[in-house]
């Protein structure tokens, strides 16, 4: 089955610099790739998502790029304030109908004010 | 609407309750999903239903049944459960067609406490 590495685990970061976590899979069928945002107390939040037929994707402050080959992924967070202190999860999956996802294991991001 | 409702909020219950979990949705998404979350990790998938159909099922213990009523509704019964079954019960969804059909919206979650 799929297996979803993410680093780092935890990320302390000044406001206003930037931030990137990384993750790498195993299945080089997954095609789809969402990151979620998860404040304490709530569910996750779906922040950008991407699929294998894209390298690179930003939506605002936020990007995230794919790199197939390798098969690894990134989130990248600038100008970073400390709303975005969260837990970050990003996730694999092969786009069907009602798949199943595998999430890393999370990043605990602390937006330093 | 593009919410997933989850009752209730917080649950305590003992070994020996029955209680049910209830999840809705009214996006007309056509897939929706059960998942187990403990602290500092990542969500569990437990169950899958597809076009109110069970899908998928991650070998999750007779103790937790699931149940789809109808395309809005999800609910999770539970049943002599254990305390190492405390945790975060997060329900999702998503479209289950179209482009985007597997992008999942997840609710706030139940925080369930089994003493």
């Known amino acids: 089955g799929e297996n979803v590495e993410q680093h780092p685990s935890t990320l302390s970061v000044q406001e206003g610099d930037s931030a990137v976590i990384k993750c790498t899979y195993s299945?080089?069928?997954?095609?789809?790739f969402p990151w979620y945002k998860q404040e304490l107390g709530k569910g996750p939040q779906l922040i950008i998502d991407?699929?294998?037929?894209?390298g690179e994707k930003k939506d605002q402050r936020i990007a995230v790029t794919l790199n197939k080959t390798a098969k690894h992924f990134s989130l990248h967070i600038t100008e970073t304030q400390p709303e975005d202190s969260a837990v970050y999860f990003c996730?694999?999956?092969?786009?069907?109908?009602?798949?199943?996802?595998?999430f890393g294991d999370g990043t605990t991001l602390t937006v330093k004010p | 609407d593009t919410e997933v409702t989850q009752t209730p909020k917080h649950l305590v219950m003992g070994m020996t309750n029955k209680k049910s979990l209830k999840c809705e949705q009214h996006?007309?998404?056509?897939?929706m999903y059960w998942y187990k979350q403990k602290a500092k990790k990542p969500p569990e998938l437990m169950f899958v239903?597809?076009?109110?159909?069970?899908?998928i099922n991650e070998s999750v213990p007779s103790r937790f049944s699931p149940e789809c009523p109808n395309s809005s509704l999800l609910n999770l019964h539970l049943h002599a459960l254990q305390p190492e079954d405390s945790a975060l019960y997060l329900c999702?969804?998503?479209?289950?067609?179209?482009?985007?059909?597997?992008?999942?919206?997840f609710g706030p979650g139940t925080r369930l406490l089994v003493l």
């Open positions: 299945d080089s069928a997954s095609n789809y």
């Open positions: 239903y597809s076009y109110e159909k069970l899908s």
């Open positions: 996006m007309g998404h056509r897939a």
């Open positions: 991407i699929r294998s037929n894209v």
């Open positions: 996730a694999a999956s092969i786009q069907t109908n009602a798949g199943k996802s595998t």
């Open positions: 999702a969804s998503s479209p289950g067609q179209g482009v985007r059909r597997e992008t999942q919206y």
